[in-house]
């Protein structure tokens, strides 16, 4: 299977990841506190938070279920990126943003929120492709590519919201034995179950 940003198998096959903190930041978001060398960083303007939510809604576009906009992903992403990434990653992610913009502009001639679905979902899979091979060749402890980091905060806000949850897996509040025969016919949804406080 070709690598692909709008791959809801591959997106919901890393659930079980997502909600056990396997994203850059989610030992802090666990712990419920920020990372050690976090000082202080600006905030993110109205147009910003209006950009992260168009790219959440790329990433997880609304199909027969809502898209990542539906959860209020750019306020996730912002306060995850406030709270728990350390000065390094925060300036990666921020400056990130306005690399975005000059690819779309580059590229259409055109803002990425003004630009078509297909014209944007064609900008990030390119920076996907970009941020794999970044990822590849990095240094141990260089900050991720920022193209990684608001994928994986897409994911983690998305698949641990309400929405996400409830209706693009199945929830099971409260996890019963294991069953390794349950039922299971091509195009089940996956299982979400709450993660344990005890992590």
């Excluded at 209006?50 to 959440?56: K, N, R, S, V």
């Excluded at 001639?109 to 060749?137: C, K, Y």
């Excluded at 994911?155 to 199945?170: C, D, H, K, M």
Aim: overall charge positive; hydrophobic content about 40%; proline content about 6%.
């Amino acid at each position: 299977m070709s690598p692909s940003l709008l791959n809801r198998r591959e997106a919901l096959s890393r659930i079980a990841l997502l909600v056990v903190g396997a994203v850059f930041g989610g030992e802090a978001f666990l712990r419920g506190s920020p990372l050690e060398g976090k000082q202080s960083a600006p905030g993110f303007s109205p147009g910003e938070l209006a950009l992260l939510d168009e790219i959440g809604d790329t990433i997880i576009p609304a199909t027969d279920t809502p898209g990542a906009k539906a959860v209020g992903i750019a306020a996730f992403m912002a306060m995850m990126v406030q709270d728990c990434y350390d000065d390094r990653h925060h300036a990666v992610f921020k400056a990130g943003l306005g690399q975005i913009e000059a690819a779309s502009q580059a590229r259409f001639g055109r803002s990425f929120t003004a630009s078509t679905p297909a014209q944007r979902t064609e900008l990030l899979n390119v920076l996907d492709r970009e941020q794999r091979r970044h990822h590849a060749t990095k240094a141990a402890g260089a900050p991720a590519h920022y193209f990684r980091m608001l994928k994986q905060l897409t994911l983690l806000g998305y698949f641990t919201s309400e929405i996400g949850a409830t209706q693009a897996v199945r929830y099971l509040e409260v996890p019963g034995s294991y069953d390794g025969s349950a039922p299971y016919k091509k195009g089940d949804r996956a299982w979400f179950t709450a993660p344990s406080r005890s992590l």
